[in-house]
């Protein structure tokens, strides 16, 4: 609703959102192509690949297939892409629900082994409330360390920050405070000497959504913006979400990688209305999954501040 009061409001006044919320210091922000799921170590490769010839700098991914398999992926895909290209491996969930989480000495011990294929990031390897161990990770300075995805609160954000647990602070805009949330953490984080990455998981909107803002704050501080690549027919990527782009009437305009922020009014975009019948609301957890042990049933929701719950 914020986002499209702000939109509202640029087209009114004949501005951009950029304007509105701090004023652009620049037109492009980089993004990084986010896929990576429920794959053998060549079919990451094989899509990170893929993901590069799309003109993407960046392709994250999200393991889980043990250590050594994880470790081999990663290896693959940096053989498949070559030493310029930038890997992020994000732990999320993976290596932490049921009873056969990877354990702290392993977790130490794989990001270790990940410093030799040159990662630009490992996300959320560890329980995202413990910055403790955040930090004592990222005192090994193995790896660059990322978390914030899942912070409940603004206050929890300035722990994260404040203690320096991370290297990369992540923030949705959609489901953790909006714009205002985001424009007082990001002078913690200039402060703090960290960086800034959003997490974006939905739609061209919320992409296009993000990049107003980050593009109010220079590289040095706001340095990426995830951009999730769904499957076609013709184009690698995960699971196939033709929504996601099919909601814009004009699509987002990428150059080398980087998305080219518009400068005509409030988001600069025009939403094609004909999806609110082909694609309906259905509320509800997004989807089921199944943790073998112990034995339960988990859903996910669209705050990716809650926790998995059981249903």
Request: negative net charge; proline residues 8%.
């Given at each position: 609703m914020e986002i499209a009061l702000y939109d509202l409001l640029g087209k009114a006044k004949g501005i951009p959102v950029s304007e509105l919320i701090g004023g652009r210091v620049r037109d492009q922000i980089r993004l990084y192509g986010s896929a990576g799921m429920y794959m053998p170590a060549e079919k990451y490769a094989a899509e990170a690949k893929?993901?590069?010839?799309?003109?993407?700098r960046a392709y994250k991914m999200r393991p889980g297939m043990g250590p050594e398999q994880d470790l081999e992926t990663v290896r693959l895909m940096r053989e498949a892409v070559g030493?310029?290209?930038d890997l992020m491996v994000d732990a999320h969930t993976w290596w932490r629900m049921g009873d056969r989480n990877y354990v702290a000495a392993e977790i130490e011990r794989l990001a270790g082994q990940l410093a030799e294929y040159n990662i630009a990031w490992l996300e959320e390897p560890l329980p995202p409330d413990d910055h403790e161990s955040y930090k004592r990770l990222k005192a090994l300075d193995y790896v660059p360390i990322a978390s914030g995805e899942h912070e409940p609160s603004e206050s929890r954000y300035l722990d994260l920050i404040l203690t320096e647990s991370v290297d990369y602070v992540q923030m949705d805009v959609v489901c953790q405070g909006g714009y205002p949330t985001a424009r007082r953490i990001f002078p913690e984080v200039a402060r703090a000497g960290l960086k800034f990455a959003f997490h974006s998981w939905v739609t061209s909107i919320e992409v296009l959504a993000a990049a107003h803002l980050g593009i109010c704050w220079a590289e040095s501080v706001v340095e990426w913006l995830e951009y999730p690549c769904y499957s076609t027919p013709s184009q690698a990527g995960m699971y196939p979400f033709p929504l996601a782009?099919?909601?814009?009437?004009?699509?987002l305009e990428i150059d080398h990688g980087d998305l080219v922020v518009p400068r005509k009014p409030g988001l600069g975009i025009d939403v094609d209305e004909r999806v609110f019948d082909k694609y309906p609301w259905i509320p509800g957890p997004w989807s089921y999954f199944q943790i073998d042990s112990p034995r339960e049933r988990k859903s996910v929701t669209?705050?990716?501040?809650?926790?998995?719950?059981?249903r």
């Open positions: 893929a993901i590069a010839e799309l003109g993407f030493p310029d290209f782009a099919e909601m814009l009437k004009e699509p669209s705050d990716h501040s809650e926790q998995w719950y059981g």
